[in-house]
């Protein structure tokens, strides 16, 4: 199992944070950790007012990625997420 802990930038244009992977066994854990202001996510089409939003400061999220899967994040302003990746297969 691998792990990546990767510091992502978020703003108004919805940006890719993980995918979940390419094979049948591919599947990926994401932890969102948020410490800047709300973030909402979801698809590529995702927007603060569709997604699932992420509160500011004590906000986490939590999501299993199976093979295909993409998790885009967007915010109303500029924001930082903090978002831990765990590979298992």
Do not use: C, Q, W
Request: aromatic residues 2%.
């Amino acid at each position: 199992m691998a792990i990546r802990t990767p510091t992502i930038a978020v703003n108004t244009v919805p940006v890719l944070v993980a995918s979940g992977g390419l094979g049948v066994e591919d599947h990926r854990t994401v932890i969102i950790s948020n410490a800047s202001v709300a973030v909402a996510v979801g698809g590529p089409d995702v927007t603060a007012a569709t997604g699932v939003t992420i509160a500011a400061t004590t906000g986490t999220f939590s999501l299993d990625l199976g093979p295909g899967d993409e998790l885009y994040a967007v915010a109303a302003g500029a924001a930082t997420i903090k978002v831990l990746i765990t590979r298992a297969n």
